[in-house]
């Protein structure tokens, strides 16, 4: 038997045992969580990180834009390529699209995505806006929230501030939750709030002073450990630090003297609108707004986009922004490699983190070495770093710098990592050109169709059977919450034999800022019109056969994408605001008679979109027939259906849908997004060749001019079965042949190289082998991937041997470019020598 004392001193032991187990753990857990979280901070030279300077380069990638299938590879091709953080908009529509209803599943997982990046080793730039532009419908906004009873947005309006700060906690909320501020040891090192509010803050008057103030308030009580960003924002409220968007930042200076230079939004490419053209932003243009910034002092920039991606659903904004947001950006739409512009800043990357302690600690001097040539010197104890500008858009410079001559082309930038050789220069491009194709190998399958009427449109044209009805013209925003694209505007108009606007000439008139408006009256289609070069205000007037008696109008608007950018745009037009008039044409005479104030009744969204057509589940439904009879190949408002098998592999694959109108696409009931293949762009204001020197900005080097703006359609793997049966649905708005619809996938078709002499050619086919050589001439060749030419000087050795021995065969393959490899040519004088080559894949 124990006695009482040895009792207490074994119970006092085993407390103290696990008060020592305890402490322990607390003190393992203060220990990591402090080891694991980090301190970022910023002075006026950069964001620090644990204290020290850094110098950060981050890029774009929209977690909406692609499926999370894709977003490891994405972000590891975003670290392969050099970069230190992803950022990421927060989409607001997307995830509360009614009112405290949210959505995170699929591709909207946010604290996935954000987990990816953070087990890829990167940082992460969290922009909440909430309001976020973006190309993106309604900016981000909830058409719910417009909706709401005394609503005004961005501006100081309890209704509005309520939202925003309900949902800008929600987002910081899970982020907490989940621990991933880079206080909490997590990934995300810097958040935004608000977007380029700065542009357009004078037309909120004193109003939108105070709302700023409210933003920074309201983002700095959520106390989340990191900064916060305010981008296109002067003299932003602190502690929030402004920085700059735009294709260059290099003469930006924050007005805040205690802010880094930072830029948020360095603009790799352009969006698409529908009847535009492809943009294209050159590797060396955009690699020398990256150097400049960086010569100039900035330490932190974002590439928006890195990867554009895709506008799936109706998630295109603008109005009339394309399904695709490739944007030319580093990564392709498909999540390819876009070379040269990839490995060309990789290379950039490399170089300018190996100078981070000078460019971020050093003393900075600049020279002028006359002409816009510039150069500028970062010194350290340990270490110096320079650059060499160019800014002259035409004449290239040969300077003396540090008793050595440097060549620097027009609109260039040489980098020097330590000052005594210049490693780089963004005008010298090394990397590979990547030229894509779609995959004809296999011939693909002959798609069987079958097709249906958009079914009960007779029955709401004539008998106008709404979901409502008011005096007078809405707008489609406010009816259709945005629910769907269209809306049916519908009236009677009783004319009797002595109404005075009888004549042989009759015609109806709308006063329109539907983005498509099909006009029918007494059942008959009248006409369209689209919104084309940016008018989106406009007249449609077609003649039209009245009767004695009821008269049956019904307009059907269609929106394309809301505005998603400007002062108070989203109280701007949508749909028919009238006026609406039957015109009589007597002579010299011209009588209106104005309907607009008539009742009218208003049918949201079409049928076969209320039915779901497009879901696999209606395909069983009785009444729901679908015919394989007499396909129509030029019918506006039908729906066609077809099967098809996945095509094999892992290449990414795409639909073509040459030959249809406009309208809407599935992939087993999952929207891929709108489609628009017969809105040519104009034929007026393309080039073959792109000259990257001088100013860029988006109407310079455009390509595929009088070309479908969008004809190839990007499909998921992710929305594919890859064994068994897929469908493809349309619905067809315009009338359109779907018998050339086609399924392929993406491959690099050949690879181009022009390499500088002293370096490296790395050619690859992306996954594919290298199959031939299709021309190698080491020397001075000339011309454009396609049809490069021999010079006037070639190296001694057969260069296209070389390459075949080396290359085919292979996946990749890497070699000098040396006179000792291809060798010595020697009457190419003076000039540089340059390897061209040209591979298929
Ligand atoms: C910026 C905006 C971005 C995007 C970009 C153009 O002004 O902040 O969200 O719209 O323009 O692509």
């Not at 670290?79 to 009112?99: C, M, Q």
């Not at 169709?449 to 979901?467: A, C, H, M, N, V």
């Not at 454009?784 to 085919?808: P, Q, R």
């Amino acid at each position: 038997m124990q006695s009482f004392s040895a009792v207490e001193t074994q119970h006092k032991a085993k407390k103290m045992k696990q008060f020592n187990l305890l402490s322990l753990f607390l003190i393992l857990i203060t220990f990591f969580g402090l080891a694991n979280s980090t301190i970022v901070s910023h002075d006026e030279r950069a964001i620090t990180i644990d204290g020290q300077r850094r110098i950060l380069i981050s890029g774009s990638i929209h977690y909406p834009r692609s499926t999370s299938d894709m977003w490891p590879d994405l972000i590891n091709k975003a670290k392969d390529g050099g970069l230190d953080a992803i950022e990421t908009y927060v989409f607001w529509n997307a995830h509360e699209p009614s009112r405290r209803q949210y959505d995170f599943s699929g591709n909207l997982d946010l604290v996935r995505f954000i987990k990816t990046i953070q087990s890829a080793g990167l940082y992460s730039v969290l922009r909440i806006g909430p309001y976020v532009c973006a190309e993106w419908n309604y900016g981000g906004f909830p058409v719910w929230l417009h909706n709401m009873p005394n609503m005004k947005f961005r501006t100081i309006n309890p209704s509005f501030m309520n939202e925003m700060q309900n949902f800008t906690t929600k987002i910081v909320n899970m982020m907490k939750e989940e621990n991933l501020f880079a206080s909490q040891g997590g990934p995300i090192i810097l958040s935004q709030i608000e977007n380029e509010y700065g542009n357009v803050i004078s037309s909120y008057g004193a109003e939108g002073k105070a709302y700023i103030d409210w933003c920074a308030n309201m983002a700095n009580s959520l106390d989340i450990g990191v900064p916060w960003l305010m981008c296109q924002q002067p003299n932003a409220p602190q502690p929030m630090i402004e920085t700059c968007n735009g294709f260059y930042c290099d003469q930006y200076k924050p007005s805040n003297p205690s802010s880094p230079k930072m830029w948020t939004e360095n603009w790799t490419g352009w969006f698409k609108n529908w009847g535009g053209k492809h943009p294209y932003r050159t590797a060396e243009d955009l690699a020398f707004s990256v150097a400049r910034f960086f010569q100039t002092g900035g330490t932190f920039q974002n590439y928006y986009m890195y990867h554009g991606g895709t506008n799936f659903g109706r998630v295109a904004g603008g109005p009339y922004i394309t399904t695709s947001y490739d944007y030319d950006a580093p990564l392709d739409e498909y999540g390819n490699l876009n070379q040269p512009k990839w490995g060309h800043l990789k290379q950039l990357h490399t170089l300018l983190k190996s100078m981070e302690k000078p460019l971020t600690y050093g003393n900075i001097s600049t020279i002028d070495l006359g002409n816009s040539v510039t150069a500028t010197v970062f010194t350290t104890n340990e270490k110096s770093s320079c650059f060499i500008a160019n800014v002259n858009s035409t004449a290239d410079a040969l300077v003396n710098f540090k008793g050595k001559g440097y060549n620097v082309p027009a609109w260039s930038v040489s980098v020097l990592p330590d000052c005594d050789k210049d490693a780089y220069n963004t005008a010298r491009v090394n990397t590979q050109t990547s030229i894509i194709a779609e995959d004809s190998c296999d011939e693909p399958e002959k798609l069987k169709w079958t097709w249906r009427p958009e079914f009960t449109t007779q029955k709401t044209i004539l008998k106008s059977s709404g979901d409502l009805i008011a005096k007078g013209l809405v707008d489609q925003k406010d009816v259709t919450n945005d629910a769907s694209d269209y809306l049916w505007y519908m009236t009677r108009v009783h004319l009797d034999k002595k109404d005075p606007i009888w004549s042989r000439n009759m015609s109806l008139r709308v006063h329109s800022n539907a983005h498509v408006l099909h006009a029918y009256v007494n059942g008959k289609y009248v006409g369209h019109q689209i919104v084309r070069d940016n008018k989106f205000d406009y007249r449609f007037e077609k003649k039209v056969n009245l009767v004695h008696g009821t008269n049956h109008l019904a307009l059907l608007s269609v929106s394309v994408g809301l505005q998603n950018y400007g002062p108070f745009f989203e109280s701007g037009p949508t749909g028919i605001n009238g006026p609406v008039k039957l015109v009589g044409y007597k002579g010299e005479e011209t009588i209106e008679k104005d309907i607009s104030k008539h009742q009218w009744d208003y049918k949201i969204g079409l049928h076969g979109f209320n039915h779901k057509l497009f879901s696999i589940k209606s395909a069983g439904h009785r009444n729901l027939k679908w015919s394989n009879e007499k396909l129509p190949a030029d019918r506006m408002l039908s729906w066609y259906k077809a099967n098809f098998k996945a095509p094999l592999g892992k290449d990414p694959v795409i639909v073509d849908l040459n030959g249809l109108g406009k309208g809407e696409v599935w992939i087993n009931g999952r929207s891929i997004g709108r489609y628009w293949p017969s809105f040519n762009s104009s034929d007026d204001g393309c080039t073959n060749e792109c000259d990257y020197r001088g100013e860029y900005g988006s109407d310079k080097c455009v390509f595929m001019c009088g070309k479908p703006t969008q004809r190839w359609y990007h499909v998921p793997r992710a929305f594919l079965n890859d064994k068994g049966h897929n469908t493809i649905t349309l619905f067809e708005e315009m009338g359109g042949d779907p018998s050339m619809v086609k399924f392929k996938t993406v491959v690099t078709g050949r690879v181009c190289a022009k390499v500088h002499e002293h370096n490296k050619v790395e050619l690859s086919c992306n996954n594919r082998p290298i199959s031939a050589v299709k021309f190698a001439s080491f020397g001075n060749p000339s011309g454009l991937c396609g049809s490069f030419a021999a010079g006037t000087c070639e190296g001694a050795n057969d260069a296209v041997k070389i390459v075949a021995k080396e290359c085919v065969g292979k996946l990749n393959c890497t070699m000098n470019v040396s006179s000792h490899k291809f060798g010595s040519a020697l009457d190419c004088g003076d000039s540089p020598k340059r390897l061209f080559v040209e591979v298929e894949c």
